[in-house]
T-cell receptor, first 111, second 114 residues
């Protein structure tokens, strides 16, 4: 299973953009990059995913490096409800759809 | 619509006892996954079911752990002769198919083994 590396914690002020980095230097050509987040006492929820091109949805943007060895999740305006643990995950397309989670980044949003 | 549900939400048991944890996936979802999350840790994959195919049990930590999925819907995770290190939150997720990028997670069952 491919590994990802994320900072243990980050802080952001409310209504400011947040850039959450992830390194995945051992990524293979068919691995998708997924981001999930887990609010306190809840199961994880899907945020965004991509393969090679940058992606945008209503929750966030995903910027993928040209060599795909790193990616950044961008929350455009952090709110208090965005305080959560954010997981960067690689899904190996040849081993089924199970995800291998790391320890994630705990995001604190300061009012 | 209804999401993934799990029961019980909390379970306290004594060391050595067997426990059963239940997961009701979203209706029509063919893929079902079990994960375990120990205190302060990320999620650990346990087992994966896809339709009527043999499950991928590669993540089960020992032979005390087993899971079934009846009729392609409800799943039960069984832990026999529980140990204190089994204490964790057990999370279930489902997806429309193994090719669906999005997994929908339930709220989890918090297991405490005394």
């Amino acid at each position: 299973d491919a590994k990802t590396t994320q900072p243990n914690s980050m802080e952001s002020n409310e209504e400011e953009p947040v850039h959450l980095p992830c390194n995945h230097s051992t990524i293979s050509g068919t691995d998708y990059i997924h981001w999930y987040r887990q609010l306190p006492s809840q199961g994880p929820e899907y945020v965004i995913h991509g393969l090679t091109s940058n992606v945008n949805n209503r929750m966030a943007s995903l910027a993928i490096a040209e060599d795909r060895k790193s990616s950044t999740l961008i929350l455009h305006r952090a709110t208090l409800r965005d305080a959560a643990v954010y997981y960067c995950i690689l899904r190996a397309s040849n081993t089924g759809n199970q995800f291998y989670f790391g320890t994630g980044t705990s995001l604190t949003v300061i009012p | 619509g209804a999401g993934v549900s799990q029961s019980p939400s909390n379970k306290v048991t004594e060391k050595g006892k067997d426990v059963e944890l239940r997961c009701d996936p979203i209706s029509g979802h063919t893929a079902l996954y079990w994960y375990r999350q120990s205190l302060g840790q990320g999620l650990e994959f346990l087992i994966y079911f896809q339709g009527n195919s043999a499950p991928d049990k590669s993540g089960l930590p020992s032979d005390r752990f087993s899971a079934e999925r009846t009729g392609g819907s409800v799943s039960t995770l069984t832990i026999q002769r529980t140990q204190q290190e089994d204490s964790a939150v057990y999370l279930c997720a489902s997806s429309r198919s193994p090719f669906d990028e999005t997994q929908y997670f339930g709220p989890g069952t918090r297991l405490l083994v005394l």
